[in-house]
């Protein structure tokens, strides 16, 4: 079994930037810095450069217009003769034949009169405006095999915040047919630092060498 872990510190900045929107989904909202990198508001101000541009289309009824559809039908086309055995109780049988109707397939086309459409263009006012956006700065990583896992030192200074980031990783070897290895993401440090090197695991595998379970013992 080996073990594998990551962390991450990621330093990210409250900053200016432009970006664009359409007109009616832009509220003027004065922005807010964030206090030990909670509490922000992006804003939305100084909206301008406004221009149309397509947003996208819509169905619109043109006219009508007569649709056909070839469909499938059973009809008569005649008869066909259909035996059947009977027996006759004293240790013979004797055969019984009928005409009975014959169906065929037959293909016609339905048609009707549908409502036509067409596709126009919709348009609306796209501006450019300033808000406020993280955008990451630094990132410290540390990475290791052995626990318990420690995170890099970084700190967060005015308009800042700091996010973490965390992997683990546990590879069990087994032998089915071979020597093969499945992984395990433990997504808590509690989970991950309960394996241990050399510690017995029991593996339910399926007859497609699938591996639906793993228990610690």
Avoid at 46 to 65: F, L
Avoid at 172 to 188: F, I, L, M, N, S
Wanted: aromatic fraction near 8%.
């Amino acid at each position: 079994m080996a073990t594998n872990w990551r962390r991450a510190l990621v330093q990210e900045r409250f900053v200016p930037e432009t970006r664009s929107g359409w007109r009616d989904e832009l509220s003027p909202t004065a922005p807010r810095m964030p206090v030990n990198g909670t509490g922000e508001v992006a804003g939305v101000t100084n909206i301008r450069d406004c221009v149309s541009r397509q947003r996208g289309t819509r169905r619109v009824a043109d006219g009508t217009q007569r649709v056909c559809r070839t469909k499938t039908r059973k009809v008569a086309c005649g008869t066909e003769e259909k035996c059947t055995r009977r027996d006759k109780g004293n240790g013979f049988a004797e055969e019984v034949c009928h005409d009975v109707t014959k169906y065929c397939n037959e293909s016609y086309e339905d048609c009707d009169t549908e409502t036509r459409y067409r596709n126009e263009p919709v348009y609306a006012q796209q501006c450019a405006y300033d808000t406020y956006v993280w955008k990451p700065v630094d990132t410290r990583e540390l990475k290791g095999t052995e626990g318990p896992p420690r995170w890099p030192d970084l700190t967060a200074g005015t308009n800042e915040r700091v996010r973490r980031e965390e992997d683990y990783s546990v590879l069990v070897r087994y032998d089915d047919g071979g020597v093969k290895q499945h992984e395990v993401k433990p997504t808590r440090e509690e989970e991950f630092i309960a394996w241990k090197k050399g510690q017995g695991v029991t593996l339910t595998v399926t007859n497609l060498g699938k591996v639906e379970q793993v228990v610690r013992r």
